[in-house]
């Protein structure tokens, strides 16, 4: 898991949307399995394994006024289009082993998800995303405005997911979350990344020292 820190407008939002075809990247080279590849729409970034979770999950995330299942089977629907139309049957399946396995409560496939708790609604995007067995997960700030307790278990899920041999980019303002969920850390400043820590051999001191640095070029 590769954390990604550094302080506002250091382009950690720009980073993750280039990096999934949200937003075209103005230079530099995307490469997947050795393969350099064009990531021209999220789309095309889905087609290859790679998938988003945007900072906003309330404007570019959940629809609040649909169901919990209509929210998790969203995008895996979207991909197989418009005439391939996943059966009710094995839709509510889908969902309820998402619900099931994220711990997703209230339980009740029905429900808007527009009414469920902030930890909650984020648990619904993780399933929408990780029903299209990606390769790579893209969060931004995933467990931004949510409790204490939904935080930890966003971070453990995360952190499980990572252990079973997915690739997740965590991006978080917060730097102890940063230490806490990643093996490493990209530091950002204006917009490149500067350097690249071993979480375990940081501080949170010292890694604000490390973002809040300015560049040799600008002293």
Known sequence: ???????????????????????KAEAGIIRIEQTD???DSPRRAMSLGVVYSSENRQRDGIVAELSILDNITLALQSERG?????????RRELAASWVDALGI?????DRPVGTLSGG???????????????RVLVLDEPTRGIDVGAKVEIQNLVGELADNGMSVMFISAELEEVLRVGDRVAVLRDGRIVDTVAAGEMSSAALLALVAQPDEDQE
């Open 1 to 23: 898991m590769l954390g990604v820190a550094g302080l506002l407008g250091s382009g950690r939002t720009s980073l993750a949307r280039a990096l999934t075809g949200v937003t």
């Open 37 to 39: 590849v064009s990531l």
């Open 82 to 90: 418009v005439f391939r139309r996943i059966p009710p049957a094995s």
């Open 105 to 109: 409560r209230p339980a009740d496939l």
């Open 120 to 134: 909650n609604q984020q648990k619904v995007l993780l399933a929408r995303l990780l029903a299209l067995s990606p």
